[in-house]
């Protein structure tokens, strides 16, 4: 049997017996319903925002020019002045949303939500306390951002790295969440993509290929943790010490250059990759309490330099920015 | 929508939903319940255009965006799933007495997203080198290698395969 009818058959085996429920029509329809629904709600919410944020400012006018004569408007105008209206948040930008109640005087929680395939990721899609509530200055708001499971649909486009995160990219920098890699194998192009905590929090990612374009796979992808992410690392590296791997040194910190296998953490063997398997490097290291860092390379990336010589020479030329 | 264009929505489903929900499982190697989530988002995008794609290949443009979501959920694990596990979960088969198939489909979920979509759409699909490089965004040349070093691998692996059973 050739491959391409191996393939075939393969393929035909592994769905031959999934059929399409009758009820998807029904499930399709529901689905656009609930999306046009939730854009109306999106809208109420805002008309409310812009009538709450009137109605006090108001009030104050006519309290300040002639008394009050009706003791309800008298207790509105307490009640309204011991806090601060909600503003809406839901539909906008999560930076934006945040800039926004931290304006109004409150504290911003953001949490990502579950996946979602009609809005793009990055939007706010729900926020707790409601708008048009009161809270005391300085309350926390809880806004949940959307992912995408059409993030590709975004990733796919490249992405433009925000200054604070590093200057990547056209201009030549290459500086990247707080470390500056000065060195990278000829050839090798920034991808213009980026993750952020998709490794731990907080954790920030992003590769480089020799095509530099974001649909093709990683040469080097290159991983920086800070904050509790780092106590992972040293517990992972302190596992790979105890399974026998032999630490580096790179600018005098303890390193491990090893295989991974799985589950996160175990260092890769004939039980867990069986050989002849390619098997991606990693370089890890813990480079302050603050900082730990991981290089990762594609095993066909691999292929075609010396891997471990160039993993040694990228974090050995590398320097936090701070 | 008219109803005449609610009943052709409801016939384009028949026809077609099951390939859809095929394809969405080979892509991106999920089960039928995530596959299924997948396509219903991906129908929903359909219909919500259905009005004005319906006389204009509605199939095609379907299965792009069934397959641009399936690229992008298989991407991301891929992704997280190279860093932590160096390779795909549950599929530490070991090289004896495993059927064909499952060790061959294993290997196809370790291959690169766009290679695996690439060879997907050739061999599952039966679509023209042409049409997978036009669905993909692609050269027909990129088509080409990546679904000859996709075989390549296929093939590596059943020799593998082959030599370990001997």
């Keep these: ?322 | 929508m008219t109803d005449e264009d609610e009943s052709a929505f409801d016939e384009f489903l028949a026809s077609r939903s099951t390939a859809l929900l095929r394809t969405a499982i080979l892509l991106c190697g999920a089960s039928q319940h995530d596959a299924e989530d997948l396509v219903q988002g991906a129908l929903e995008k359909v219909y919500r255009h259905w009005p004005r794609i319906r006389h204009d290949n509605p199939q095609a443009y379907a299965r792009r965006v069934v397959v641009n979501a399936a690229i992008s959920v298989a991407r991301r694990r891929k992704v997280i799933q190279e860093i932590t596990f160096a390779r795909p979960p549950d599929t530490a088969v070991p090289p004896f007495d495993v059927d064909l198939r499952e060790a061959l489909f294993a290997e196809l979920q370790r291959l690169p997203t766009r290679m695996r979509a690439v060879l997907v759409l050739r061999y599952w699909e039966d679509l023209s080198e042409n049409e997978t490089a036009t669905l993909m965004g692609c050269s027909v040349g990129s088509v080409k290698s990546q679904a000859s070093r996709g075989l390549a691998r296929i093939r590596e692996r059943m020799s593998s395969l082959e030599g370990a059973l001997r």
């Design chain 1, 1 to 322: 049997m050739n491959a391409e009818e191996a393939l075939k058959e393969t393929l035909l085996a592994q769905v031959a017996e999934v059929q399409a429920s009758p009820a998807l029509g029904g499930a399709v329809r529901r689905r656009h319903r609930r999306r046009l629904a939730r854009f109306r709600t999106a809208g109420a919410a805002l008309v409310m925002v812009a009538v709450a944020g009137t109605v006090p400012a108001y009030l104050t006018m006519t309290s300040a020019g002639e008394p009050m004569s009706s003791p309800t408007e008298r207790e509105a105008v307490a009640t309204i002045r011991s806090g601060i209206v909600v503003p809406d948040v839901v539909g906008r930008d999560a930076k934006v949303a945040g800039q926004v109640l931290k304006a109004a005087g409150l504290n911003v929680q953001s949490r990502v939500g579950p996946l979602s395939s009609d809005l793009p990721a990055g939007i706010v899609v729900s926020q707790n306390p409601p708008a048009g509530g009161d809270a005391e200055p300085g309350a926390k708001v809880t806004v949940i951002v959307s992912s995408s499971s059409e993030a590709g649909l975004k990733v796919n486009k490249p992405q433009k790295l925000p200054p604070e995160l590093g200057d990547l990219g056209d201009e030549g920098g290459h500086r990247f969440a707080g470390v500056d890699f000065v060195y990278f194998p000829e050839g090798l192009k920034w991808v213009p993509s980026f993750d952020s905590d998709t490794f731990g929090k907080t954790s920030n990612s992003t590769s480089w290929s020799e095509s530099g374009k974001v649909t093709d796979g990683y040469g080097i992808q290159v991983i920086v943790y800070g904050g509790k992410a780092v106590e992972q690392i040293s517990e992972r590296m302190a596992g790979y010490g105890k399974q026998g791997a032999e630490p580096i040194d790179i600018r005098g910190k303890k390193a491990y250059l090893v295989s991974v296998g799985e589950p996160p953490g175990e260092l890769a063997n004939d039980k867990n990759i069986p050989s002849g398997e390619p098997r991606a490097r990693v370089l890890t290291w813990v480079e302050n309490p603050g900082l730990a860092i991981e290089i990762l390379m594609s095993p066909d990336y691999a292929k075609k330099i010396d891997a471990d010589a160039e993993l040694k020479k990228i974090a050995n030329a590398l320097r936090p920015a701070r």
